[in-house]
Each structure stands twice: as C-alpha cells, then as structure tokens.
C-alpha cells in the first residue's frame, strides 16, 4: 500500500474545478493507494514523473518505490498543465 501525499498548491488549485471533475480527481487519487500504475497511466518524457487523464485534466505525480509513496505535485487541466 503506498501513501499518496498531495501538495498544497494542488488543494488551492483543485477549488477553481468543478465539482464533478473533482470527485472524479478525488476517486483516481484514492486508487492510487493501491496501485500507482493503473492501467492508462503514462511516463513523463524527460523526467521521472507520470501521469493519469480524468477528463480534460492531468494529474501529474512521482512515484518513490523505496518508501512508498506518491507525490502528487500538478493537478489542471490539459491546455495548462504542462507549462
């Protein structure tokens, strides 16, 4: 099981979504407690980070196996996220 740590700038920035894109963020994050590649996830190019679609938006995050843990650092949606 891993734990999955979300950062704050993503709290601030999930408030501006709407409510059902955030239920739906909200259900992906808790999954990836169990598994931090589910199935349609995909590595970053260029960096060690991965990402998983829901909708229009990205969720970006990193994945440390050593200890367990998921950092999810950006959350927006397609046409911003990767500025």
């Known amino acids: 099981m891993y734990q999955v740590i979300i950062e704050n700038k993503v ?3 999930t408030r501006r979504f709407p409510k059902e894109i955030v ?3 909200d ?4 999954s990836l407690c ?3 590649r589910p199935s349609g996830c995909e590595k970053l190019a260029g ?3 991965w990402r998983i679609r829901v ?3 990205r ?3 990193a994945i440390d196996d050593k200890i367990k843990l998921v950092t999810i650092y ?3 949606h397609r046409r911003e996220v990767y500025r």
């Open 34 to 36: 169990q598994n931090p």
């Open 74 to 76: 950006d959350v927006d």
């Open 27 to 30: 259900k992906v994050l808790t």
């Open 11 to 13: 709290r601030k920035s």
């Open 55 to 57: 909708g229009d938006y």
């Open 23 to 25: 239920r739906r963020i």
């Open 59 to 61: 969720i970006l995050y």
């Open 47 to 49: 960096t060690d980070g």
